[in-house]
């Protein structure tokens, strides 16, 4: 009977395959291919260097197995597997020895932490229908500029994947692949980026896609994207991501906080919010530098407050003090405490990951006065799929 052993694995429903762990990992341990990332059992020495890199917590997955999953095996896979059931193998002198299942499986959730999870109405996503072996070849609708400012020139993209199925939900990502090879001659890898449209598309019905992108200097995949022309063709995978969803739940109340291209699924829900006619209400703390290069700004005007109550928040704006999220999020402190106690509220954080030490500072300070322990408060909406971020 074999030993049972710590198995890291990696879950491939949740997995946005932006490949950030498998450039962190020392050992060179984690590897993909046209479908899966996956670990080598072999090689990984549970170092943890990958865990607080993933953007989606996708990597922070262990499993005590009696022989490691092999990686043909874990290519393979489209849905984590479940905790085997494995008997402990006696000792020597015939008698059962401590249980060394269980310790391992403590062990291993000590590692695990608070995992993301999807919000009980949401919809059942669809994962990596489009690989990097078989993408999804789409054309170029449109291409708008959508900020006023030379430093920051964010694009609204509108895709279409014409007759090809691509069924995907708002909070999902997909995948661009820029065209031409890197430095050692291999195609470039996709790159991320959040859908910004409803499910049933840009248009109603049509089933389009779009996406927010910002331009970045010497940025690949921004350039690529920011450049295209109407009827231009691209490769794109996905989608990805299976927590970061949207309650279908018509009475459930969002909290949306978000920076720059953050905004991007935040747009997506308050438009499915809008076609479905839910009733719960959303609050939406978004920040920017200035009205100039704050996405959607025209177009968030037109939003009721009836679906969308918005708070923008701006820190480089003449003759006035320097204002981040974090600092409005105190001064309406009433408003997010109230809904902070609300069993319907759900909370999304999306942008730049600099944001979260302040939101964190200011959920802290909030929930200090309801009486409240943030952590525990967190770590217990996290786990009934109430409690979201994604930043990059």
């Known amino acids: 009977m074999n030993t049972p052993v710590k198995q890291h694995l990696i879950d491939p429903e949740i997995c946005i395959r932006c490949y950030t762990c498998e450039m962190t990992c020392p050992l060179n341990a984690i590897e993909h291919d046209d479908n899966n990332v996956v670990v080598n059992a072999d090689l990984c020495n549970f170092c943890m260097d990958c865990v607080p890199v993933c953007p989606t917590g996708s990597i922070d997955e262990w499993r005590v197995v009696a022989t490691p999953y092999s990686l043909a095996e874990q290519y393979e896979m489209e849905e984590l597997p479940g905790q085997q059931d494995i008997e402990a193998a006696p000792t020597s002198a015939g008698e059962a020895a401590d249980d060394p299942v269980a310790a391992l499986l403590a062990e291993a959730h000590k590692g695990a ?3 993301a999870r999807a919000p009980v109405s949401a919809g059942k996503p669809v994962v990596n229908m489009y690989t990097l072996g078989k993408p999804a070849k789409m054309s170029v609708q449109g291409n708008y500029r959508l900020t006023d400012d030379p430093d920051h020139d ?5 895709l279409d994947p014409g007759a090809l199925p691509f069924p995907v939900l708002e909070g999902q990502s997909v995948g661009i692949i820029p ?8 195609p470039h890898l996709p790159r991320l980026y959040s859908v910004s449209s409803p499910r049933d598309g840009e248009r109603p019905g049509y089933k389009n896609i779009s996406l927010t992108v910002k331009r970045e200097d010497g940025g690949l995949a921004s350039n690529y994207l920011c450049d295209l022309a109407q009827g231009d063709a691209v490769n794109v995978t996905g989608p990805f991501g299976a927590t970061f969803l949207m309650p279908n739940a018509s009475d459930a109340r969002m909290l949306l906080i978000c920076t720059g291209t953050g905004s991007a699924p935040m747009r997506a829900f308050t438009m499915q919010r809008q076609r479905a006619a839910a009733s719960g209400g959303m609050t939406m703390f978004f920040g920017a530098r200035t009205p100039n290069s704050l996405p959607y700004f025209g177009p968030l005007k037109k939003v009721p407050e009836s679906l969308l109550k918005q708070h923008l928040v701006f820190s480089r704006l003449e ?10 999020i105190i001064a309406e402190q009433d408003e997010v405490a109230e809904m902070l106690s609300d069993a319907k509220t759900h909370i999304y954080i999306c942008g730049l990951r600099g944001m979260e030490d302040g939101v964190e500072k200011a959920m802290t ?14 770590d217990a909406m996290r786990e009934d799929g109430r409690y979201h971020v994604e930043t990059y």
């Open 154 to 158: 964010v694009r609204h993209i509108i």
């Open 365 to 378: 300070s909030i929930a200090e006065s309801m009486g409240e322990q943030w952590t525990a408060l967190r």
């Open 319 to 328: 003759d006035a003090d320097k204002e981040y999220v974090q600092d409005r």
């Open 179 to 186: 065209p031409g090879e890197d430095a050692d001659g291999k």
């Open 113 to 115: 932490g608070g995992k």
